[in-house]
């Protein structure tokens, strides 16, 4: 595998860098100015540039089992993806944010399961979606309900966060909810009103 991921890497050296050496080059000279944060599950299975057809400069990402955004309490503990959020809003002045997150997520399911006892970090930090977990036996249907609850919980938890309730309030910035059905390849999403995630292939409820 190393020597296959050294080969990779001259593969874009030599193949495709040459193609885009200019737009490079701008978001050196120019800085980045991505208009999305996008927060996502670290699963392998999920390439953010893949599902949004972006590329370089385009998306501030923050990923991490099972997507979730930590309550924000103004500590000055070790949060990557509090300061991540608050660089995205506060410096780079993004307009949107997503919370995309996924079916069949190994996270979700370890709310229903026994964790090793030497995954001390993992245990707190799934802790912090319990909140989504429904007091009954995960059948798929369950897991699924569960992976959508943990979405919206965690746009929840971005309205708690001063720079973005402030800026969503003033209309210059807006949450988005998404669930990516990987079998599928359909991306649903939270629709406020009727308070279910809707996929995108559907008409926009009246």
């Given at each position: 595998m190393p020597g296959d991921l050294i080969d990779r890497l001259r593969r874009f050296r030599d193949e495709y860098f040459p193609l885009h050496e200019g737009h490079f080059r701008d978001l050196v000279e120019k800085g980045q100015r991505p208009s999305i944060l996008f927060i996502g599950c670290s699963d392998s299975r999920i390439v953010p540039h893949l599902l949004t057809g972006t590329g370089p400069g385009e998306l501030f990402l923050v990923r991490n089992v099972a997507a979730i955004v930590p309550p924000y309490d103004g500590s000055s503990g070790y949060?990557?993806?509090?300061?991540?959020?608050?660089?995205?809003?506060?410096?780079?002045?993004?307009?949107?944010?997503?919370?995309?997150?996924?079916?069949?997520?190994?996270?979700?399911?370890?709310?229903?399961?026994?964790?090793?006892?030497?995954?001390?970090?993992?245990?707190?930090?799934?802790e912090l979606a319990r909140e989504a977990a429904l007091p009954i036996q995960p059948t798929n249907e369950a897991l699924r309900r569960t992976e959508q609850r943990s979405i919206v919980l965690q746009l929840e938890r971005l309205m708690n966060y001063p720079m973005v309730r402030e800026r969503v309030e003033a209309g210059k910035l807006f949450l988005h909810g998404w669930y990516y059905v990987i079998e599928d390849g359909e991306v649903q999403v939270f629709d406020l009103r009727s308070g279910r995630f809707i996929p995108v292939s559907d008409p926009a409820p009246p």
């Open positions: 949060h990557g993806t509090c300061a991540a959020i608050e660089f995205a809003v506060l410096n780079l002045d993004v307009h949107e944010i997503v919370v995309c997150g996924h079916s069949h997520c190994g996270g979700i399911r370890a709310l229903y399961e026994e964790i090793p006892a030497a995954a001390v970090n993992l245990r707190n930090w799934l």
